[in-house]
C-alpha cells in the first residue's frame, strides 16, 4: 500500500468523523461549523475525484483503495438524497 493511498483514505475518513461528532452533539465548536462544513466538502470532492482515478486505472485494488471507493459510493448516494430532499422541501 502506498502512502498517498493512506494519506486520502484520512482525507475520506474526515467527514464521516465529522457527521458522526455532529451526531452525538459533540462538536467541539459550534460558531465555525459552516468552515468545517466547507472542509468536509472539499474532502468529499477529493475522495470522489480519487475513486474516478482508481475506476480509470484498471489495475487490482488493495483493500485500502477498496475502502476509498465504498465511502466515495456512500457520498454519492448521500448527495442525492439530500438533493431530492432540498427538491421536495422546494415544491411544499
Not at 475513486?51 to 465504498?70: E, F
Amino acid at each position: 500500500m502506498k502512502r498517498k493511498d493512506y494519506l486520502f483514505f484520512v482525507i475520506a475518513l474526515l467527514p464521516l468523523i465529522s457527521l458522526l461528532l455532529q451526531l452525538m452533539k459533540i462538536s467541539l465548536i459550534h460558531n465555525y461549523q459552516s468552515f468545517f462544513s466547507i472542509v468536509n466538502i472539499i474532502c468529499i470532492l477529493f475522495t470522489i475525484a480519487y475513486s474516478i482515478i482508481l475506476v480509470i486505472n484498471s489495475k487490482k485494488k488493495n483493500n485500502l483503495q477498496k475502502t476509498i471507493l465504498i465511502l466515495s459510493i456512500i457520498y454519492i448516494l448521500t448527495l442525492i438524497f439530500i438533493s431530492f430532499g432540498v427538491i421536495i422541501n422546494m415544491f411544499n
